[in-house]
Antibody
Framework: EVQLVESGGGLVQPGRSLKLSCAAS????????MAWVRQAPTKGLEWVAT????????YYRNSVKGRFTISRDNAENTLYLQIDNLRSDDTATYYC???????WGQGVMVTVSS | EIVLTQSPTTMAASPGEKVTITCRAS?????MYWYQQKSGASPKLWIY???KLASGVPNRFSGSGSGTSYSLTFNPMETEDAATYYC?????????FGGGTKLELK
């Protein structure tokens, strides 16, 4: 059974940093691209970043370029999202998603507020 | 950026009704994905490659379309189908989602 379990969220002040993790199991993790998708409260879904199987290539939406860093550890079957210089509009539930979004984690809430 | 516009944004339907949701793209896309999200839950892949049902999706659902116009049809609607549905494109980065269609029970 595919499982994606996010962690690392919380209440953070503007300008601070946070690192989200996503522990993957139930599939051959190193064979799949992985992504982060976020959803602001009461809003729709927004793709954030994607990383290729070996981690060689990463892709970001423009609004997070330079502040977000997606990475992966294929030995530990874990996906990461480093978020720097947090802004209030980063407040959202962050989901990790496998491949072409065929499986999603339960999400982790990030709240940016002073 | 390819903008996906869903219509309607909200609708109510009765069990047994045929329901169609549409998704229009600002530029042509090769195919469309659809996701179902129930309140408080994570999204689930519902339809991929425009018309293929994801694992476990009942065959009363169908997807169709091409170019800039796509649709998701429930025939018939059942009570468990009440949820928000999102379309999404993989044709060009940034990969974008529609704003969602919230389907409620009448």
């Amino acid at each position: 059974e595919v499982q994606l379990v996010e962690s690392g969220g919380g209440l953070v002040q503007p300008g601070r940093s946070l690192k989200l993790s996503c522990a993957a199991s139930g599939f051959t993790y190193s064979h799949y691209i992985m992504a982060w998708v976020r959803q602001a409260p009461t809003k729709g879904l927004e793709w954030v970043a994607t990383i290729t199987t070996g981690g060689d290539n990463t892709y970001y939406r423009n609004s997070v370029k330079g502040r977000f860093t997606i990475s992966r550890d294929n030995a530990e079957n874990t996906l990461y999202l480093q978020i720097d210089n947090l802004r209030s509009d980063d407040t959202a539930t962050y989901y990790c998603a496998k491949g072409y979004f065929d499986y999603w984690g339960q999400g982790v809430m990030v709240t940016v507020s002073s | 950026e390819i903008v996906l516009t869903q219509s309607p944004t909200t609708m109510a339907a009765s069990p047994g009704e045929k329901v169609t949701i549409t998704c229009r793209a600002s530029s042509s896309v090769s195919y469309m994905y659809w996701y179902q999200q129930k309140s408080g839950a994570s999204p689930k892949l519902w339809i991929y490659d425009t018309s293929k049902l994801a694992s476990g999706v009942p065959n009363r659902f169908s997807g169709s379309g091409s170019g800039t116009s796509y649709s998701l049809t429930f025939n018939p609607m059942e009570t468990e189908d009440a949820a928000t549905y999102y379309c999404q494109q993989w044709t060009s980065i940034p990969w974008t989602f529609g704003g969602g269609t919230k389907l409620e029970l009448k």
